[in-house]
Nanobody, 123 residues
Framework: QVQLVESGGGLVQPGGSLRLSCAAS????????IGWFRQAPGKEREGVSC????????YYADSVKGRFTISRDNAKNTVYLQMNSLKPEDTAVYYC????????????????WGQGTQVTVSS
């Protein structure tokens, strides 16, 4: 069964950090670009970060650049999103997605999606 499972979300104070994980089962992430997206209540889904398959190029939304870092561990079939200096406006459900041919930070082209993990930044 092909599946992406996100984990690592939770409640954190402003300025804190979280590391999200996106673990794949039923397929190998090596050949896929992986994107992280988020959606806050009442807002459209937003592309946060993307990492390519072949040469591990990385892309970030301006709103998270310098604070978030995406990485992949093909041996563990997992992609990570390290989130530092978190702000209340980072509060959202975070999703990971996998696709062969994608437009970085755009949701078109992704074949598989996870169910999401909630990130809440609040004091």
């Amino acid at each position: 069964q092909v599946q992406l499972v996100e984990s690592g979300g939770g409640l954190v104070q402003p300025g804190g950090s979280l590391r999200l994980s996106c673990a794949a089962s039923g397929f190998t992430l090596d050949y896929y670009a992986i994107g992280w997206f988020r959606q806050a209540p009442g807002k459209e889904r937003e592309g946060v970060s993307c990492i390519s398959s072949s040469d591990s190029n990385t892309y970030y939304a301006d709103s998270v650049k310098g604070r978030f870092t995406i990485s992949r561990d093909n041996a563990k079939n997992t992609v990570y999103l390290q989130m530092n200096s978190l702000k209340p406006e980072d509060t959202a459900v975070y999703y990971c997605a996998a696709g062969f041919v994608v437009v970085p930070l755009h949701y078109v082209g992704y074949d598989y999606w996870g169910q999401g993990t909630q990130v809440t930044v609040s004091s």
